[in-house]
């Protein structure tokens, strides 16, 4: 191979560059950013990196395997490392093929307003719908329980925690959340 013998890395970059057009992804652009950060993971070590155009070129130099994975992470790597919620990656799906940070942010706040709506019928926005449908009110149960309700509970030797009595309707995987 030429790469080996003469330390020339123009057929591997020629292969990378005519792998990745970005017309092969026409209709796959997901594809297309996983094999970039793919590439890019492996390439962040001699300062390379495929940009959107399916190019190889400088980028930055890692010295560690940490630093050529934040190098080359998307976003939606990270928010499956984090296992964020599919309902989140469902909602900002676009902004993160895009590597738009901000905007992916914002789609995925807005994500969590529609899904109370969603889930409870409620209306509204912001933080007097996460007061409506989450906050115990008057009669101590919320719309909707994220989680069991358990508190500590004075007296208890153990220090177990005991549920909240009630109807609450809590938020779980059955509900397709």
Known sequence: ??????????RIITFIVTAMEPVRYRNDLELFTLRQDRLNEHLAFVG???NDKGQVAQGAKAQTLDEASRVAT????????RKSHPEVLKYCSVEILKK??????????KSVFDRLRILTG???????????TLALG?????????????T???GRADGA???????????SESDGA
């Open 48 to 50: 390379l990196r495929v």
């Open 100 to 109: 738009d940070h901000f905007h992916a942010c914002l789609e995925a706040t």
């Open 1 to 10: 191979m030429a790469q080996n013998r003469f330390g020339n890395p123009r």
């Open 138 to 150: 008057k009669s101590g149960v919320p719309m909707l329980a994220i989680n069991s309700l358990a």
């Open 161 to 171: 925690r005991e549920p909240r009595q009630g109807n609450e309707r809590a938020l």
């Open 152 to 154: 500590h509970r004075a």
């Open 74 to 81: 998307s976003i939606r790597d990270e928010l499956l490392r």
């Open 122 to 132: 409620a209306s509204g926005d912001g933080a007097a719908l996460v007061d409506a």
